[in-house]
């Protein structure tokens, strides 16, 4: 009976003992090293994008409509005729309208002494987005809409539309960085090395942004795959206001290579 036990107990213990058909031992593992590469590109922007917003305040509403109205033409009139800004370049947002009301205690609002419903004034609010390819006029640009009753500039963009070939051409230069560290590196170790295993890559840009960056609905849609807000602009004495700024195009490749 002790007999019949025997086998199945000894193939159970040889099992555990063979090695499987698919591990790997140290002679056979890849040897590998892994690097990293970035590159940097500065780049002057060719165009600039403003949002702005105009608000006018009243106790009649049509008359506050028809003052914000007039202010939001008179600018886009400097644009256009002033400035050469094509009408396609412009885009003007809904206006939105709000009432302010009386503001009341507790006291005085039970007593019937203050109405909150009462409404002290309108506000009446529109923004406009302007597409600038001519930097040289951005001063000029900036003052007629403050001289025309816009009231909030929101945001500043600089921009170019040659973003894709630069990042293009910064990966380029990360991958050449990552390859020449490695083979640094190998010579140091006394190996060589051989074809990439694993590549991976990341670009994006730094920017500097003006403004708030609010209220403008129709700003995103006109600036599409193209925006990038601009570095901050430095200047020496004597420059002009405005100092184009430069993007920071950046990217990075993370590589392993064989080593043989």
Do not use: W
């Not at 951005?138 to 945001?155: F, P, R, V």
């Not at 403004?211 to 995103?220: K, L, S, V």
Request: glycine share 6%.
């Amino acid at each position: 009976m002790r007999e019949k036990f025997l086998l199945p107990l000894f193939t159970v213990i040889m099992a555990f003992m063979v090695p499987p058909a698919h591990a790997q031992t140290p002679e056979t593992l890849t040897r590998s090293i892994s690097v990293s590469g970035e590159a940097e590109i500065r780049v002057v922007p060719d165009q600039v994008l403003i949002a702005l917003t105009a608000e006018s305040r009243g106790p009649d509403l049509i008359e506050t409509q028809k003052k914000n109205d007039a202010a939001v033409k008179t600018f886009v009139d400097h644009a256009t005729q002033t400035l050469g800004v094509k009408k396609e370049h412009i885009q003007t947002d809904f206006t939105t309208l709000s009432p302010n009301y009386r503001s009341c205690n507790y006291d005085d609002e039970l007593a019937g002494r203050c109405n909150p419903l009462q409404i002290v004034y309108y506000s009446v609010r529109k923004g406009v987005q302007i597409r600038l390819t001519d930097l040289s006029r951005y001063e000029s640009l900036i003052a007629g809409a403050l001289q025309s009753g816009i009231t909030n500039i929101d945001s500043i963009q600089f921009v170019t539309t040659d973003l894709r070939k630069h990042r293009d051409a910064a990966r380029e230069q990360a991958a050449k960085a990552a390859r020449e560290k490695a083979d640094a590196i190998a010579a140091v170790l006394g190996v060589k090395v051989g074809k990439p295993i694993t590549i991976n890559t990341q670009s994006y840009s730094a920017y500097f942004s003006h403004g708030h960056g609010g209220g403008a609905r129709g700003f995103n849609q006109m600036a599409q795959n193209v925006v990038q807000e601009a570095a901050a602009p430095g200047g020496a004495e004597g420059e002009s206001a405005l100092s184009l700024g430069q993007i920071n195009v950046t990217a990075s490749v993370q590589v392993t290579f064989e080593i043989e």
